[in-house]
């Protein structure tokens, strides 16, 4: 059994509706109803993890357990879903772009006021 169904069904065999365990939780019904349909996308991974174990404790469920499916789970929709790294940008082209960056810096800085040549008169 889901964690989901398991959620639902000890609810309903207590016979208390979602709208009960929304108040009483303070959690959107939107979010419970994910919960038990087991949708946990777009939902913060830490958050649903505290809304299992509360909802659990309200239900008198083990929460350890549940919290372990749910990691299993999340886990498994992790695997397939690996990113590929960006490839390596060639070094001397991130040299090249460096260095731009450092002359267009340069050109902006106040330049020191350089104090004009005297003319010396040469004794003859």
């Known amino acids: 059994m ?3 169904k398991s959620l639902q069904s000890k ?3 207590k ?6 365990v929304s108040h009483s939780l303070k959690i959107d019904e939107k979010t419970l109803q994910q919960i038990e349909a087991d949708n946990f ?5 830490v958050v649903v993890r505290s809304y299992i174990r509360q909802y659990a ?6 929460g350890a357990k549940l919290l372990d499916a749910y990691t299993k789970s999340a886990a498994q929709a992790k695997a397939p879903a690996t990113q590929q790294a960006a490839p390596v940008q060639n070094s001397s082209r991130l040299r090249r772009q460096h260095r731009k960056r450092r002359r267009k810096l340069r050109s902006s800085w106040p330049r020191p006021k350089r104090p004009l040549p005297t003319a010396t008169a040469s004794a003859a």
């Open 41 to 45: 996308t777009g939902l913060n991974p």
């Open 11 to 13: 609810r309903l065999e």
């Open 57 to 62: 404790s309200l239900l008198g469920l083990d």
């Open 2 to 4: 889901t964690i989901g």
């Open 15 to 20: 016979k208390l509706s979602l709208t009960d």
